[in-house]
């Protein structure tokens, strides 16, 4: 993957003629999505990989691949830029089918997680590089590379090598040498990954900052649901291979359509009564105060079983008398830690308003296992 990383930034960058000429469409171009999977799948001898993808994803949308190691992130990605081919289905960029164009017959570029600088380069080469090689003329690329630095805040850094830059700042420059060819889109592979907490979330706003200002297509791999929700205009939620769920942030988290999205993105809190699934997030539930009758609302009462302090909230974790558990998150607006961990083993009765409680249908896979033919 890192090998292949390093040579995909030069391909990228290489920008030759395109090999085949676009296929008329029926559809007017500004309708046509910037990028169209349709049945796209990928199998390694006995591993699917991808198993059969279909998606649709505007122009300038920021759009985020969020799912577990090995549900087929990655591998979608390559299949988007050229790296790999598919086994089955159709690639398009802007209603052309590129499905068997090279990668540098794309007008696709990718970030990836380690970066893949050239060491030994400075950043101004660095950021020039894909220029360079398709033969740009040195003042356009003075230009462009001005431009694309300042787009990233890294004006006046242009002598360093990657040695002597933060973890950010050589994101930031990965990022600058990716858009200076000003591709139709983005891809990005864990792009932060290998940075501390701290400066993910700054980097997390920047990108999206950067994002706004380029008007670039950009498609987001991550594993972290927080950093899919900060930063998307949709998700995609994979799992083994599929997409379970697509739709905006609010959507996915609100209306998870099964079990596997509402246990990947956010807090589970499943419970079963009457034969009925549904799922309420911690934020939504109330600890009643014993004066509180809780009307209108839906109530179970049970024993806190555990309590996390963790600064700006307090989780507690509630076992209920009528079965199962609830993870029940308090803003510590005057609570102390002190105060928080007492509640432990206390009896309490909890309560959510009945829209809060969303239905979860079984998951696919589920009614499959469970079907007696
Ligand atoms: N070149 C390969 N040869 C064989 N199997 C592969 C290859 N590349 C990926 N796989 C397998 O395909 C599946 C999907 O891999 P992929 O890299 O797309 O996952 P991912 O969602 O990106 O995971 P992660 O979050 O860990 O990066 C995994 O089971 C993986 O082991
Ligand atoms: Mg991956």
Redesign the pocket.
């Known amino acids: 993957m890192e090998e292949t990383a390093a040579i995909s930034v030069d391909d990228g960058g290489r920008g030759r003629p395109a090999g085949q000429p676009a296929e008329p469409s029926e559809e007017a171009p500004d309708q046509q999505p910037d990028v169209r999977l349709s049945g796209l799948r990928k199998t390694?001898?006995d591993?699917v990989?991808?198993a059969g993808i279909d998606l649709e994803i505007a122009r300038g949308e920021f759009f985020t691949l969020l799912?577990?190691?090995?549900?087929?992130?990655?591998?979608?990605l390559r299949m988007i830029a050229g790296f790999e081919e598919p086994d089955a289905g159709v690639v398009e960029l802007g209603g052309r089918d590129v499905t068997q164009l090279p990668p540098y017959d794309r007008e696709v570029n990718t970030v990836f997680q380690d970066y893949a600088l050239f060491p030994h380069m400075t950043v101004a080469e660095n950021v020039e590089y894909g220029m360079l090689v398709q033969r740009a003329p040195k003042s356009d690329r003075a230009k462009r590379r001005a431009d694309a630095l300042e787009m990233v805040r890294l004006s006046g850094f242009d002598s360093r090598t990657p040695r002597e830059l933060s973890g950010g700042q050589r994101q930031r420059v990965a990022l600058a040498r990716a858009i200076i060819n000003r591709p139709r889109v983005l891809l990005l592979?864990?792009p932060l990954g290998a940075l501390d907490l701290k400066l993910r979330e700054q980097m997390q706003v920047e990108l999206k900052a950067i994002q706004d200002d380029v008007g670039i297509t950009f498609i987001y791999?991550t594993?972290d649901q927080d950093e899919a929700l900060t930063m998307s205009d949709r998700i995609a939620v994979?799992n083994e291979?599929r997409t379970e769920q697509v739709g905006a942030p609010a959507e996915i988290y609100e209306r998870p359509v099964n079990r596997f999205v509402t246990g990947f993105v956010g807090i589970s809190n499943v419970l079963e009564r009457d034969g009925r699934r549904f799922t309420v997030r911690p934020e939504k539930i109330r600890m009643l105060e014993p004066a509180d009758d809780g009307a209108g609302l839906q109530t179970e009462r049970g024993v806190i079983r555990d309590v996390a302090y963790a600064g700006m909230v307090t989780r507690y974790l509630v076992d209920l008398d009528a079965g199962g558990e609830l993870q029940v998150v308090r803003l510590n607006l005057e609570t102390s830690s002190a105060e928080a961990l007492e509640q432990r083993g206390r009896q309490v009765t909890v309560g959510w308003r009945p829209e809060q409680a969303v239905a979860v249908p079984e998951d696919p896979e589920e009614t499959r296992m469970e079907d007696p033919k």
């Not at 799912?67 to 591998?75: A, E, I, L, N, R």
Request: aromatic share 10%; glycine share 24%; no cysteine.
């Open positions: 390694y001898g591993v990989a991808v799912g577990p190691s090995g549900s087929g992130k990655t591998t979608t592979d864990e791999v594993h994979f291979g």
